[in-house]
């Protein structure tokens, strides 16, 4: 059986904002096709990281390569072969359902044709053909979420980027948005996602966790229960941010 690819390689990355280390010292590697937690509480270094490995800021020192392409000397490269959703911002509310689609796929560099046939498979798919022409703040959160996710990987890229995608949505939407992510790693796409619902923890393929600004832990979620002794991903987190 072949080696897994590494899509994403860190060594000693470090980002420094003054005297401040938002992140010191990162080493990791993902895999191709890896669903990859990246975990950690408010203010130790997952967003500072994400954004470094998008593109959209330097490291202070350390080597990272992203879907192949050096983040230093290769950022728009970086940049055609990622996707990212926020919970925060994704998608524009007063555009209708297909105009947030169409604005995408042209940032994306899509043609237009594509765009039309992509937009028509996306809306079936999802069960938003009578949604077409809805503005995105007259529809449901969950179906936000849903359609942000596939406007995210609308270009077919290696590797999405989820930032706390999941957050303020019922549990059988979020079981449902799994369901997705699992569909779409299945189909090669790494997905890099970060979440505080520690439930979620438990459906990544391994899981890295950030304790100021370092990884604390990494491996499968079952390998971590095991080497703290706790019986769920919550407490594995607890017993390291207590310490």
């Known amino acids: ?3 897994p690819v590494n899509i994403i390689t860190v060594r000693n990355l470090v980002k ?8 010191d010292h990162l080493t990791f590697e993902v895999k191709k096709g890896e669903i990859f937690g990246f975990l950690g509480a408010n203010g130790a270094g997952k967003t500072t990281a994400i954004k470094i490995l998008c593109g959209l800021s330097y490291p202070t020192s350390g080597e990272v390569s992203v879907a192949g392409f050096d983040i ?5 490269q970086v940049k055609k072969n990622i996707g990212y959703m926020s919970q925060r911002f994704s998608l524009y509310d007063d555009l209708t359902v ?3 689609i169409r604005f995408y796929g042209g940032i994306y560099g899509l043609r237009k044709q594509e765009i039309n046939s992509r937009a028509h498979a996306l809306m079936q798919r999802l069960g938003f053909e009578d949604a077409r022409n809805k503005l995105i703040r007259d529809i449901p959160l969950g179906w936000k979420q849903k359609l942000a996710f596939s406007v995210a990987i609308l270009h077919n890229p290696k590797i999405v ?8 949505v019922d549990p059988i939407t979020r079981r449902q948005f799994w369901d997705m992510i699992y569909e779409a790693a299945h189909d090669g796409i790494t997905v890099f996602v970060t979440t505080h619902y520690m439930d979620e923890a438990e459906y990544c393929d391994r899981v890295s ?3 100021d600004g370092k990884i604390s832990a990494l491996d499968t979620p079952e390998n971590l229960k095991l ?10 987190f607890i017993k390291l941010a207590r310490a």
């Open 72 to 76: 230093y000397s290769r950022r728009e």
């Open 98 to 100: 297909f105009e947030n």
């Open 161 to 168: 980027f989820l930032d706390e995608p999941t957050g303020g």
């Open 227 to 236: 080497k703290f002794d706790a019986p769920s991903m919550n407490e594995v």
């Open 16 to 23: 420094k904002f003054g005297s401040f280390i938002a992140n």
């Open 1 to 3: 059986m072949p080696t």
């Open 209 to 211: 966790i950030m304790v």
